[in-house]
């Protein structure tokens, strides 16, 4: 089989850069199977119907790719048995006027093309086998989804040494050292709270806490808690935990807790006050030693709206600073954001020191952002280029660090509100940063 041209090499690099894209993915299906590549124009082809399966133009072009030429013109038909042909209906259509979409090519065996392109285009949607009264799976007896255990661990965290060591001390080695814990009568249980601006990858240190443990993730968020009905609230934090209690070790993952766990001073609903009453009592256990293997870690942007019993020594009685990444954090997310893109002389110290103070959520949108300029300057000079720093250095300094409203509100708790040190660690970094 040929080579690829030039001109094949850059239309893929601009389809890669614009996935999404049917016209550009059509177009390069095509110069493929004008080039004899019709295996990879097949590939091709399968994505663009994934993603608009009643295009025309891309079931044409699969039925040549496949072997299959043009629709043969209709047979003749069948003489009558009666004298004389019966008149066409009033209503019926020529069938020069049928349209050829609206039925498949004469001689072209669709099902066999989907055979041979089943292992390039996945299912567009997966649905559990349904019992007879339609149900799920009867076997599945918790309601809850628990992740197994992952294979992110802390070393994926990019940077942020502080966050780990605290980590590490604070929660981690106690619970690698089960000979230590026995002999000093730790128990197999804790609370970690993690607070800080958003974006700057709280739910991904939960999970690599997870995955540092061995131990299955249940990820909480208070639309799957709350409901309307009177108990319903209640009833589904019971059985968060007890899901938690039977897959131990497992990581709880209350995310927002704010949301579920919020002051009940100010709160006049009562619904809201009696799930986080249902919370403090899940935390604590119904039974001595409950809890045994159920780590509880939460997020949450506003900590001083979390309600004080929460935090109480034996619930949530730790909590960790998540701050915007550092310069190794940076790269690590930078890399990662630009690992499939088509880029060139990108200088990623450079680039570290231009986007000081963002958060992760905030460079991802830079290098999408750098990656659409460089797009829309292909489209309209029609030649297909790399994206390079110019892109990403104007992307950073278009985009204002989503955290600035968030170290604004922080800044008078941390003046104001700092009962007994909670948030020192906070009042440290605003006076490094010269925010204080």
């Known amino acids: 089989m040929a080579a690829e041209s030039p001109l094949i090499h850059s239309m893929r690099t601009a389809v890669a850069a614009a996935p999404d894209d049917v016209p550009l993915r059509l177009h390069l299906a095509e110069l493929l199977l004008e080039a004899g590549h019709a295996d990879a124009a097949v590939a091709e082809i399968a994505v663009t119907l994934q993603h608009a399966p009643g295009d025309a133009r891309a079931r044409e072009l699969m039925a040549r790719a496949m072997g299959a030429g043009p629709a043969p013109a209709p047979a003749a038909p069948e003489p009558a048995a009666t004298p004389g042909p019966p008149a066409p ?3 019926a259509p020529p069938a020069s006027e049928v349209r050829s979409e609206q039925r498949p090519a004469a001689g072209f ?3 066999a093309a989907e055979n041979q392109v089943g292992d390039v285009v996945p299912p567009r949607f997966t649905e559990a086998p349904l019992t007879v009264d339609g149900s799920g799976d009867p076997g599945d007896a918790d309601a809850w989804d628990v992740e197994s255990p992952g294979t992110v661990r802390l070393a994926d965290v990019g940077g942020m040494q502080e966050v780990k060591g605290r980590l590490e001390a604070a929660f981690l080695a106690p619970l690698r050292n089960p000979e230590l814990r026995r002999l000093y009568g730790k128990s197999l249980r804790g609370g970690l709270l993690l607070y800080g601006p958003p974006g700057c990858g709280k739910t991904f240190i939960a999970r690599a806490v997870a995955g540092e443990l061995g131990a299955s993730f249940l ?8 409901d309307m009905w009177i108990g319903n609230s209640e009833r589904n934090m019971h059985e968060v935990f007890q899901t938690a209690r039977r897959q131990a070790p497992c990581v709880v993952f209350l995310d927002e ?7 009940r001073s100010r709160t006049q609903s009562n619904g809201m006050r009696t799930t986080v009453n249902q919370l403090l009592t899940e ?3 119904v039974d001595a030693g409950a809890n045994e293997g159920v780590f509880v870690l939460a997020a949450t942007n506003v900590p001083w709206d979390v309600d004080i019993a929460l935090r109480r020594p034996g619930r949530l009685d730790r909590t960790l600073l998540v701050l915007p990444p550092d310069g190794p954090a940076r790269e690590a997310i930078l890399r990662y954001h630009l690992r ?10 450079k680039l570290v020191k231009a986007t000081d103070g963002l958060s992760g959520a905030d460079l991802a949108h830079v290098c999408e952002a750098a990656a659409e300029h ?3 300057d292909s489209a309209r000079t029609g030649t297909v280029r790399m994206i390079g720093m110019k892109d990403l250095l104007a992307a950073a300094g278009q985009i204002a660090p989503s955290t600035e409203p968030w170290f604004a509100a922080a800044r008078n708790v941390a003046m104001y509100a700092n009962d007994g040190g909670m948030y020192d660690d906070l009042v440290t970094y605003l006076k490094k940063k010269r925010k204080l």
Do not use: H, Q, T
Request: glycine fraction near 14%; charge should be negative; charged fraction near 30%.
């Open 89 to 91: 209906g009033p209503e």
């Open 109 to 111: 065996d669709w099902r």
């Open 219 to 226: 990820s909480v968020s208070v639309n799957d808690v709350l």
């Open 257 to 263: 807790l704010d949301a579920l766990g919020g002051k």
């Open 283 to 285: 935390l604590d256990g």
């Open 340 to 349: 499939e893109r088509p880029i060139e002389n990108v200088d990623l110290g």
């Open 374 to 376: 460089a797009l829309l």
